[in-house]
């Protein structure tokens, strides 16, 4: 029941990052699993890039806001446009695992059943 284009902007957002904030030189690994436990699908995207310090865990969705880095030009709505369309399908969007230097987790959870709340908002 999920809107498949911005389902698709979603993982789209997270595997360019995954690719981006690479620590210099490294050739960037991005791996993406999915899995379903009773009433949820999730999908992680795991990277092995420069990581995320612990003071950003949350500011990185926010609008506008970007880490400290060259890595890439970009104007720092893409996580926060993603949480938004997670939110929209009942869903959530955050970063499960991160440390600076050693790579970034996100999870992207959807409800596999839409309550009826869900799917009026
Ligand atoms: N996988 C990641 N590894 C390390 N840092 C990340 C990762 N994903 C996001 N970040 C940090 O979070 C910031 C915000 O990410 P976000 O995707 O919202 O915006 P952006 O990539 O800067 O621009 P765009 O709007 O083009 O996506 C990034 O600038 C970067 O500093
Ligand atoms: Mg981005």
């Known amino acids: 029941m999920g809107d498949a284009n911005q389902l698709g902007r979603v993982l789209d957002n997270l595997i360019n990052n995954g690719l981006a904030y690479t620590e210099d030189g490294a050739p960037p690994r991005v791996r993406v699993s999915a899995a379903t436990d009773s009433s949820l699908a999730l999908v992680r995207v795991v990277d092995d890039g420069m990581g995320i310090a612990a003071d950003m865990r949350e500011a990185v969705f926010e ?59």
């Not at 926060?80 to 600076?100: D, F, K, Q, V, W």
């Open 63 to 121: 609008p506008f806001r970007r880490g400290e880095h060259d890595n890439a030009p970009g104007s720092g709505l893409g996580l926060y446009i993603s949480r938004e369309l997670a939110r929209a399908h009942g869903g959530t969007l955050s970063l499960e695992r991160s440390e600076p230097g050693a790579g970034s987790t996100f999870v992207l959870t959807l409800p596999l059943r839409v309550t009826e709340t869900t799917s009026r908002a």
